[in-house]
Nanobody, 122 residues
Framework: QVHLVESGGGLVQAGGSLRLSCAAS????????MGWFRQAPGKEREFVAG???????TIADSVKGRFTISRENAKNMLYLQMNSLKSEDTAVYYC????????????????WGQGTQVTVSS
C-alpha cells in the first residue's frame, strides 16, 4: 500500500505564493509517476502537474510559467511551488501516484492523498 499526505495549503492573497508538499510512504517503489491535481467547488478534478522519479515533467497550460513541480527522491517527497496565484487557483489540491508514465487522466492514478485546501483571495 502507498500512503500520500499533502501539506502546505492555506489562504493567500492574489499574486502571492505557496509551496505544497506531498509525503509518500509505504510501497514507494510500486509507482513511478506522481502528480498534482486540483478540484474547485462544482468542477471536475483536473491535472495540474506531473513528474517521474527521474526525468520528464508535465505542467498544465493553465499554470505553466507560474507553478513548478519538483521531487526529492531520497525523502519520497513531491512539491508544487505556486507563484503569482490567482483567485481561479482556489481549489483542493491532491497528490497522486501511479506506475508507468505521466498521464493527465485522474482515473489512471492508483493512489491519492486526502487533499489540502488552497484559497486565493482577490
Amino acid at each position: 500500500q502507498v500512503h500520500l499526505v499533502e501539506s502546505g495549503g492555506g489562504l493567500v492573497q492574489a499574486g502571492g505564493s505557496l509551496r505544497l508538499s506531498c509525503a509518500a510512504s509505504g510501497r514507494t517503489l510500486s509507482f513511478d509517476a506522481m502528480g498534482w491535481f486540483r478540484q474547485a467547488p462544482g468542477k471536475e478534478r483536473e491535472f495540474v502537474a506531473g513528474m517521474r522519479w527521474i526525468g520528464s515533467n508535465t505542467i498544465a497550460d493553465s499554470v505553466k510559467g507560474r507553478f513548478t513541480i519538483s521531487r526529492e527522491n531520497a525523502k519520497n517527497m513531491l512539491y508544487l511551488q505556486m507563484n503569482s496565484l490567482k483567485s481561479e487557483d482556489t481549489a483542493v489540491y491532491y497528490c497522486a501516484a501511479k506506475s508507468g508514465g505521466i498521464v493527465t487522466a485522474t482515473s489512471l492514478y492508483d493512489y491519492w492523498g486526502q487533499g489540502t485546501q488552497v484559497t486565493v483571495s482577490s
